[in-house]
Structures are given as structure tokens and as C-alpha cells.
């Protein structure tokens, strides 16, 4: 604040004037901010809080945040203070999302004047969802054949180059842009978050994704393989014009709070600024189409259908062993053979590579080219080096013409042609749930279907089949499954014979 002295003052009277200017402008802070008018960063910045500043991690005065993205969609007023904000959206609208270049003079110097690779992607932002999301998507493509979850808004966006939607991941597009230039994306998600939740009675909530944006430079093979940034936030898909009536919704009900209630909720801004976090691992799921299951006549067991079973009970997925790499594959297929093992960064410099070239690099030549981690991954890849499973079992279902052709057999009057069709499951973590996970995939229904596991002991007794028994199988042990009828429910008992 200027000040015009017209008239000699004494001492006391500046010291006091100083001393209300100055609790005057501390006691504007708070208001300010709820205002919106600073960032945490002007925050941390004011003399009060430099003696914090020295007791945070050394880590945190190193770390660079080199890009900031901004979703141009307002945050919900329903959110507490200390909670991730929440972000509401329209399903098929466009929204733009800002890429700002928040480097500071001298910093990452080797990204000036190049571009830099992003990857959005849409995902579940809980945990639970996370672990299952390949069936959550199967699900989703099984009801929205042809459609994405996720799409650029290529007409509109603007400084992207090289927009890219691989069509095996709905839910991922990439793009490569400078950051000396002004950039922004829109995006268009076509999912709505009660797609993704079990019906219950009384309605549906829907469940939160997240919008996560991993940012990517060159490394010494010209391939955007170096993490460099990676942000997120949190959001809720509505049917059209969903999102408006929702944070009409929350406005009103903040409205009837108390004052001393609203203290406790974060203001809505006009945008959302996605907030640091870990770099999505890349994670490329294969689709593959179910085991036929057993053809059956018992009768206590549902028919087995051929082919692709309900969306609902997609078994989990299975890389096949016999993927191999052969030496008269065309570049194109050897492309497609890259990509299904995950190996989609090294694509372009692979790309006019057939099956035969790639077959004759060396191990010491993929390393250089890929680096140790990639490159071991790939030589290994290449020459089919297959993990053995932890334990095999061969299993074979119990029916009524086999149990007749068995009682022949015993009685000698079978044919000396007669054999039964086995099926192998192999198995890694050695636990009840992963055998029950793999008996449903061979029957194509959902594990839930199964209640209990029991194996058929001595003078016929049933003992439930615990993680210890299996850990104690034999490898390549045989058993006939027979199948029991839950009276209770709708589930089924397994009977390892």
C-alpha cells in the first residue's frame, strides 16, 4: 500500500496505521480463498508458512511437475474438504482438456523444441472395479458392439498430432503435441458409471471413473518410452444432460446447509486440475473367446453353450502358449504380434520387421535396442520361452453314459476302444479360488455358480477342498468331476472324483 504523508506524523501513529494495514490484509486470506483467487502454490508461498517448508521431505523440493492438464468441466460443491474433488460429465459431450507446459526456466531442457507423447485413458477409480476391469470391458463391448468407451474429438481439438485409437483398448487414446505450443484435446466418454454397477433394489449409484493422462519423451531409440508426468482425477458419467441436473442437485442441497456445515465442503471451480500421481502400468489384455465346455448330459448341471458365453461371466483372460512368433510372418502380422504381446512402443521402429528379421536380432542386439528390461522381455518372447505352471490337473465330467460305460469296464463287457475326454487346468497361486475360477471357465459360467469344491474320500465321505489340499496334489493327478444341486440357491457343488 502507497502512502501519501501530507502532514509529520509522530511514531506512534505510523506504527499504528502499519500494524492495522497489516492484520487488515492477513484477515482478506481466508476470504480470498474461499474465492478461489490463489492457488495452493501462492499459498505455500506467503512468509507464514515458510517454517513448514523446512520440515517437508527433502524428495518433495526436487520434484517437477512439468505439465498441468486441465479439464474444462466444473467440480461438485458436495465434496468434503480433505476428499478427492468430483467431477460430473455428459455421456458423448465434448470436453476440452488443456495441456499447459508448467516447466521452469532450465527445466527438462531435452523436451524444448520436441514433442512429447500422451496417453488418456478412462478407468475405474475403484480398487475393487481395477482387478476386474478386462471383464468389466469384455461386458461393456459384448452390449456396445462397435462402440468406444473413450474418443478424441479430433475436428475440434487443437496442436495434436498423430491421434491414435488402438481398436483393442477401448478405453485409451494417444497423441503426440509440443508443449511451446498452445494445446488443447477434447474427449468424448460414452460410458455412463451405472453401466458398471450390480443391479440392486431401490436403484443404482453409479460408480467413479478416473481420467489419467500419462505424458511420455523420447528416448535414445527416438521411442516415447520415458515417463516424464502422469495426473488424474475423478469424475461420474451421466445420460445427457445428467451432469447439469446433478450439480444443479448439489448446488441446492449445499444451499440448505448451515454455514458452519458449508465450512466443511470444498467450493465448486469452473474447472478441474487433475492432480499428480503414478504412471498407469501398461497392461495389454488379449481377448480370447472361452474353452468349449464340457459336452454334457448329466442332468443336475446347466447345458454348456458353444462359443462366447454371457458378457457377465467372461472367464478371466489367457494369454495362449501357442503364440510364437513364426518366421513367415509378414510385417503386418509381425506388427500384430507386437501389439498382443505388449510390446506396442517399439511398433514404429519394428515397423517394416517380418517375422524373420526379428527372429535373427540377438539377445545383446534387442537389449540395446529396447533396453534390459524390454529387451530380456522380448528376446524371451520371441524364442516362446513358456513358464511351466505350478501344478497341472486333468479333469473329465462324470455323465450318465459315462458312468454306464465305467460300470462295463469294471464288470469287463466294455470295448477296449472306449476313453474319456480330459481337460487340462493349470494352475499358478495353488488356491481354491483360482481352482474354482478355472472349473467355471471350462463350464463357461460365472465362479459365483460354484458354492463349494469337495473331493471324495475314503467310503465315500466328502472333504471340502482347502488351499493346504491343493498345494498337496500331485501333479498331473486325474479326477472326474461330478456336479450337486444347491437346494438354497442356484449354485452347484463340485465333486472331485
Sequence with gaps: ??????????????????????????????????????????????????????????????????????????????????????????????????????????????????????IIRVVFHDRRLQYTEHQQLEGWRWNRPGDRILDLDIPMSVGIVDPRANPTQLNTVEFLWDPSKRTSVFIQVHCISTEFTMRKHGGEKGVPFRIQIDTFK?????????HVHSASCQFKVFKPKGADRKQKTDREKMEKRTPQEKEKYQPSYETTILTECSPWPEVTYVSNSPSPGFNSSHNSFPPVAEGNGSPTHQPEPVVPVSDNLLPTATPQEAQQWLHRNRFSPFCRLFTNFSGTDLLKLTREDVIQICGPADGIRLFNALKGRVVRPRLTIYVCQESQQGREQLQKHENGDAATNTFFIYHAIYLEELTSAELTEKIAQLFNISPR????????????IHVLVSDEMIQNFQDEVCFVLDTMKDDTNDGYHIIFK
Design 449 to 460: 455358480q460354484i458354492n463349494q469344491i469337495f473331493k471324495q474320500g475314503p467310503t465315500g
Design 1 to 118: 500500500m502507497a502512502w501519501a504523508l501530507k502532514l509529520p506524523l509522530t511514531d506512534e501513529v505510523i506504527e499504528s496505521g502499519l500494524v492495522q494495514d497489516f492484520d487488515a490484509s492477513l484477515s482478506g486470506i481466508g476470504q480470498e480463498l474461499g474465492a478461489g483467487a490463489y492457488s495452493m502454490s501462492d499459498v505455500l508461498a506467503l512468509p507464514i508458512f515458510k517454517q513448514e517448508e523446512s520440515n517437508l521431505p527433502p524428495d518433495s523440493e526436487n520434484d517437477i511437475l512439468p505439465f498441468q492438464y486441465v479439464l474444462c468441466a466444473a467440480t461438485s460443491p458436495a465434496v468434503k474438504l480433505h476428499d478427492e474433488t468430483l467431477t460430473y460429465l455428459n455421456q458423448g459431450q465434448s470436453y476440452e482438456i488443456r495441456m499447459l507446459d508448467n516447466r521452469k526456466l532450465g527445466e527438462l531442457p531435452e523436451i524444448t523444441g520436441k514433442m512429447v507423447k500422451s
Design 218 to 226: 523420447e528416448n535414445e531409440s527416438v521411442e516415447y518410452t520415458e
